[in-house]
């Protein structure tokens, strides 16, 4: 492959850029896990990772992909043959719901269409109808990353206490923790699964479990196997500041300056710069004639969006062009949306500028690649990342 200048453009929904402050942070010798040096940033970590999450109870860091953190929600809290209700927002729910079944639970699906988030009523309803308490816990995505499509949280906890149930409620935010709008003691989440690739802006290879105390309790009679995943063990070494095993150092160091940019933002800042540069985006979409995915406009993703190309199809094609004519990487249609949608990622370390790059070289690909589609959504976004600007609403540049 022939040498490109200039930065790639990694606009997947995940990996995303990792700041230079983080990879500066991540370049450091490898020290003793079990030593004082790395004691002190333990007890730095534990001390303010609950922040980025909305709890001030214990958040479990496994040297782990994403998939680890799910298993090990699902096996701390439940026993084998368990009833869990699931929701199938897109691909990543339903990858969710495959690993429930390999772990010998029993996962019941509710069917979606891939382009609205959970339907809180729908899960009430099935959870008011369930009076022998069968179902243990619900399992939702929070931003569905092959769709663009949050569903609301709040909405599914209110359901269950309306539905006065006993379930957990257990949420993937892999693709929204540190963008989207979040509370995990707030919205009554039991346990909270992220990822450290998306929007904490990490590279992959750490995982999380942010755990309630309702769902500390419930791991106290969960049979499930588990030996790796187990919380108890971990959540004894990290009282001092320590992991039962070898912990992901690096990244770890990565981490820690990751949390600083983010609070030194501010969350709300940070979740505000994401809702805008996902407004930019939709408002291009809707210039050049194409449709967005997500059907519900108050579901809408500002981690991602998902475009539709016209007459469904060709999407591979376009996504090679781009790489190839502009060096930049879009995401991919998943399973049944495969070569149906391309996806934009405007997630992590992200500014107006890079978003004008990102849906210039989107354009600039749809003409060179021949998509049907009308010339002026870098135009449009123009106008939307320029209006609040020249309104002086936002003083601290995103
Ligand atoms: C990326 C992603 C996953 C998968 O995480 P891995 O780190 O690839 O194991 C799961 N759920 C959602 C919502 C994701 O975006």
Sequence with gaps: MSHASGRHFLQIPGPTNVPDQ?????????????????????????????????????????????????????????????????????????LWKKLAEKLGLKPEFIAGDWRHGADAAAIGERLASDSGHEIKAVCVVHNETSTGCVSPIKAVRDAINAA??????????????????????????????????????????????AVSNKALEASK?????????????????????????????????????????????????????????????????????????????????????????PERKGADEFRKSVLANFDMSLGAGLSKLSDQIFRIGHLGDFNDLMLMGTLSGVEMGLKTAGVKHRAGGARAAMEVLTADRTAGSISKAA
């Design 22 to 94: 983080v990879l500066r942070a991540m370049d450091m010798p490898t020290i003793d896990h079990r030593g004082p040096d790395f004691q002190a940033l333990g007890q730095r970590l534990f001390g303010k990772i609950g922040k980025v999450f909305g709890t001030t109870n214990p958040v479990v860091i496994y040297p782990a992909s994403g998939t680890g953190a799910w298993e090990a929600a699902l096996t701390n809290t439940l026993s084998p043959g368990d009833t869990v209700l699931m929701y199938e927002t897109g691909h990543f729910a339903t």
């Design 164 to 209: 006065n149930h006993p379930a957990l409620l257990l949420v993937d935010t892999i693709s929204s923790l540190g963008s989207i709008d979040y509370r995990h003691d707030e919205w009554g989440v039991d346990v909270t699964v992220a990822g450290s690739q998306k929007g904490l802006m990490l590279p992959p290879g750490l995982s999380f479990n």
């Design 221 to 309: 009679s969960a049979r499930l196997p588990n030996a790796y995943w187990g919380w108890g063990e971990m959540l004894e070494a990290n009282s001092k500041g320590f992991f039962p095993y070898t912990p992901a150092t690096n990244i770890l160091y990565g981490l820690d300056t990751a949390l600083d940019l983010l609070y030194e933002e501010g969350m709300e800042n940070v979740f505000a710069r994401h809702d805008r540069h996902a407004a930019a985006t939709r408002a291009a979409v809707e210039a050049w004639g194409l449709e967005v995915l997500c059907a519900e406009p108050a579901h809408y993703s500002s981690s991602l969006t998902a475009v539709l190309m």
